[in-house]
């Protein structure tokens, strides 16, 4: 008969108490790192944000940010995506189209308090677009301004990351069967 001892009992419970702490803590180390990756790409996917849309025509630059009939745009930022430069920015919009998110950038008399001058003679290469509620603040973009004057898009249309899209598509990016904030319109 040979003479073989039990691994089980040349092992005391301290050793199996560690080698299960620590199998526990590389899963746990495991799983964390996968949360975070897909924390990571679920907050950097541009495709579940929602988009503000642009065009330029003749020299004239217009944007439109998506909100619901109830909501009013408040502000317009505009800036050089690649030096950050604020090149406009305008509160209070005064007329209907303004108030609705469609905005023709550069237009201080279309504003109650406008920023930063005159259109640039050559735009920038990047040009860094938001607009945004009073209550909710709203999505910006960067938009290839190249790519923009030569997309020849029709009346009423804007390019978006996601190609041409009407005031109304831009709009319907949000959910505006609930009720206003604040109960009222």
């Not at 495709?47 to 330029?56: P, T, Y």
């Not at 109650?112 to 005159?118: L, V």
């Not at 009346?155 to 109960?183: N, S, V």
């Amino acid at each position: 008969m040979l003479d073989h001892a039990e691994p089980s009992r040349t092992r005391g419970p301290l050793t199996w108490i560690a080698v299960t702490a620590a199998a526990l803590f590389v899963l746990a180390g495991i799983g964390a790192a996968g949360v975070w990756v897909y924390g990571v790409a679920s907050m950097s996917a541009p495709e579940d944000q929602a988009f503000v849309g642009i065009r330029i025509a003749d020299g004239t630059v217009s944007v439109k940010g998506p909100l619901c009939p109830y909501m009013k745009a408040d502000e317009v930022r505009v800036h050089d995506a690649q030096t950050e430069e604020l090149l406009w920015q305008a509160t209070g919009p005064l007329t209907p189209e303004g108030v609705r998110g469609e905005v023709t950038l550069w237009r201080p008399e279309q504003f109650r308090k406008a920023t930063g001058g005159q259109q640039p003679a050559v735009l920038p290469k990047l040009l860094a677009v938001s607009v945004a509620d009073a209550e909710r603040g709203g999505p910006g973009e960067v938009f290839d301004t190249t790519e923009v004057a030569a997309a020849q898009l029709p009346a009423g249309t804007y390019w978006t990351r996601k190609g041409p899209r009407t005031a109304r598509e831009i709009d319907a990016q949000y959910a505006c069967t609930d009720p206003p904030p604040g109960g009222g319109s």
